[in-house]
């Protein structure tokens, strides 16, 4: 970002982290897969999973079980007879079911989207870089207009080539632990600062711990700085979604 040196300063030189931001994009930017199951409900097409379960819930129902998921793809928590495979389900979801971009669009952006409010407010200075595993052109066209006066970049693919793009101090926000995990060796020996959303159960083993020992990690890579964070406030979440069955063109 450029601007009036004045009225703008570099995080990079205040914040541990402050260099920029490296954030999912699914369940931390957008609850795109949620977005996603509300409008298979409201279709009412046959995809040969049992959604008739989920037709009764409320609005912040829905939104619980979609939070107490056990599993990242929603689908396969909806597979209970286990008749798809991974990537049947895989498939399922992405070429069929978020080939329509419109979901992008019209999700509600998660309390990153306050984060990165202030930050632009106070005239802060940093890059934003949002990842998903797999190109998705819904994202891309997504993020042109989300988060406005910061300038944010859409990366997908190998994740060691996305990494390349950030800089020795960056704050990495990501819904997966198991991201999280992958991107701890990758920044072994930097300064950097990695949160972990703690408000979904895929996270969580059976015992409620979460998969991966924060406090071990940092032991094992002592230049890191791990952490979890609240993604979603679910009351907010409810008010944003209740009158997505008007905007759907179905």
């Known amino acids: ?5 004045i009225n703008t300063f570099n995080t990079d030189t205040l914040f541990s982290g402050g260099a920029g931001l490296f954030l999912q994009f699914h369940d931390i930017v957008k609850p795109t897969y949620l977005t996603a199951i509300i409008k298979l409900l409201l279709e009412d097409k046959p995809i040969g999973l049992p959604v008739d379960i989920l037709r009764h819930f409320s609005i912040l129902s829905l939104i619980e079980w979609y939070l107490k998921r056990r599993h990242w793809n929603p689908l396969v928590s909806l597979d209970y007879y286990g008749r798809y495979s991974q990537l049947d389900l895989d498939r399922m979801l992405h070429d069929t079911l978020l080939s329509d971009t419109s979901l992008y669009r019209l999700s509600p952006v998660l309390n990153v989207g306050r984060l990165l409010s202030i930050y632009s407010r106070q005239h802060m ?7 998903t595993e797999e190109e998705e052109p819904g994202v891309e066209s997504d993020i042109i207009d989300l988060f406005p006066g910061v300038p944010t970049t859409y990366l997908h693919g190998d994740l060691t080539s996305a990494l390349s793009r950030c800089d020795q101090n960056f704050t990495y926000i990501v819904a997966d632990i198991r991201l999280l995990r992958e991107l ?25 711990q979460l998969r991966y020992n924060l406090l071990s990690l940092m032991r ?3 230049y890191l ?16 979604l209740r009158d997505l069955s008007d905007k759907f063109e179905i």
Not at 125 to 131: A, E, I, L, R
């Open 1 to 5: 970002m450029t601007g009036d040196p």
């Open 220 to 222: 094992e890579y002592p």
């Open 225 to 240: 700085r791990l952490e979890t964070t609240s993604a979603v406030d679910p009351n907010d979440l409810a008010l944003s």
């Open 125 to 131: 200075t940093f890059p934003v870089y949002v990842y």
């Open 184 to 208: 701890v060796e990758l920044l072994s020996g930097t300064c950097s600062h990695l949160l972990v959303a703690s408000d979904y159960r895929y996270n969580f083993q059976p015992n409620d």
